[in-house]
């Protein structure tokens, strides 16, 4: 059974009442609550506030990472494990075939159902994962083979055994490593983008968000805890703290907004994931048409104009 939130009631009962129809056979009806349904779609979808979008971007039904990888990608081999401690499966890593083109693709994985989630620790990757995603990495740089790495956590976890093997250190390294990998990198953040956990396999040289997502260096109730010692002001918090990707685009903080379905990729997986495919395509070529040099010197143009301004 899929799951709506709050403002898209209305949304529901007029799909509702499509199913109805279909069953009763009735293609008059259908057409006309067709062309009603594809009029509240735009009018709820192209008014969100900051909130809405978050509660989008956390949406239970919206695609994870490992359902892009079946989606968008063929003859796939999984890699596992860091070689040093064990396999972290809230990072999942996928050497295969998106279109023509050989890729390397790196996931942060939530799980649904409690027996998933709990495996997949939430989407909160430990050391070993981004261990595991380095080693990746680095497989993909050394074979001159693209990568494309899938944000979607609500941050690295934070448990004793995670502060115990050096998670820090496991981050900081990705990032230090990751700005001078010398193969063509894009990043995308598909839903949550949380603190370190998210930029941990967020260096690249294309970063980009889709419609609904957000990416934060706070999730929005710890902003209002300490703000106001109080989170159940999460909403304030979210419009204040501009997560939203056209907040970030806006900014220059990232490069591009992927324009997903207007319904939202929880509601059209199959749209949700050609765009992913799409934007891949298209920015892996555009990085190609330049050399190693002219690449490595933009991404590291981008990289340091991170947080610049003008008075």
Known sequence: MATYLDFEQKIKNIQEDIVSAQIR????AVEILQKSLDKEVSK????????????????QDRPYSLDYINLIMRDKYEIH??????????????????GEEKVMVIGEQKGRGTKNKLKRNFGMPHPEGY??????????????????????????YPGLGAEERNQSEAIARNL?????????????????????????????????MM???????????????????????????????????EDLKELN??????????????RDKDGGAKAIADYFL??????RDMNSEERMNARYERLVGIGAYSE
């Not at 709820?44 to 949406?59: E, G, I, M, W």
């Not at 494990?81 to 998106?98: N, T």
Request: net charge negative; charged share 20%; aromatic share 6%.
């Open 176 to 208: 230090l490593e990751l700005s001078e990998l010398d193969t063509e990198t894009i990043s995308i953040v598909i839903g949550e983008g949380g603190s370190g956990g998210a930029l941990a396999i967020g260096v690249a040289d294309r970063l980009a």
């Open 44 to 59: 709820t979808y192209k008014n969100l506030s900051p909130y809405q979008k978050l509660q989008l971007a956390r949406h």
């Open 282 to 287: 298209s920015e892996l070529q555009k990085l």
């Open 25 to 28: 056979h009735d293609g008059h």
């Open 81 to 98: 494990g860091d070689r040093h401690f064990s396999d972290d499966a809230a990072i999942i890593c996928y050497l295969g075939y998106i």
């Open 131 to 156: 261990r595991k995603a380095l080693r990746a990495a680095k497989m993909a740089e050394k074979f001159k083979i693209p990568l494309l790495m899938l944000i979607d956590t609500p941050g690295a």
């Open 211 to 245: 419609r609904y997502s957000v990416f934060s260096v706070i999730s929005p109730e710890g902003c209002s805890a300490i703000l106001w010692n109080d989170p159940t002001k999460a909403e304030a918090a979210t419009n204040a703290m501009k997560i939203t990707s």
């Open 253 to 266: 903080l990232i490069n591009d907004v992927i324009d997903e379905p207007l319904i939202g990729a929880h």
